[in-house]
Nanobody, 119 residues
Framework: VQLQASGGGLVQPGGSLRLSCAASGNIFAINDMDWYRQAPGKQRELVAGISRIGRTNYADSVKGRFTISRDNAKNTVYLQMNSLRPEDTAVYYC??????????????WGQGTLVTVSS
């Protein structure tokens, strides 16, 4: 199983970006899908999460600006980021709890995609 993240880049403050993360491989089902981020010198933090049935949660710092969504048919999770701020600069990682036929789900991580918010 692999998670492939994409969509990062350089954007000016107030701008928008959309991140994508596609899971591939031996997948029976996917439970929660999440986005984390890690800024230089800081710990990795949860940005947003979405359950298989679409229930979402967000970090307080991104509420009202970021929207997480998923396409179960494509095994893909998205993060629409609007009104970006310099403090949103970080490497963004996707995470997913994936069943590959066994009784328990396993956590998988994408490779990370860099988001830089700067003028």
């Amino acid at each position: 199983v692999q998670l492939q993240a994409s969509g990062g880049g350089l954007v000016q403050p107030g701008g928008s970006l959309r991140l994508s993360c596609a899971a591939s491989g031996n997948i029976f089902a996917i439970n929660d899908m999440d986005w984390y981020r890690q800024a230089p010198g800081k710990q990795r933090e949860l940005v947003a999460g979405i359950s298989r049935i679409g229930r979402t949660n967000y970090a307080d710092s991104v509420k009202g600006r970021f929207t997480i969504s998923r396409d179960n048919a494509k095994n893909t999770v998205y993060l629409q980021m609007n009104s970006l701020r310099p403090e949103d600069t970080a490497v963004y990682y996707c995470n997913a709890a994936i069943y590959s036929g066994g009784p328990t789900a396993r956590d998988y991580w994408g490779q990370g995609t860099l988001v830089t918010v700067s003028s």
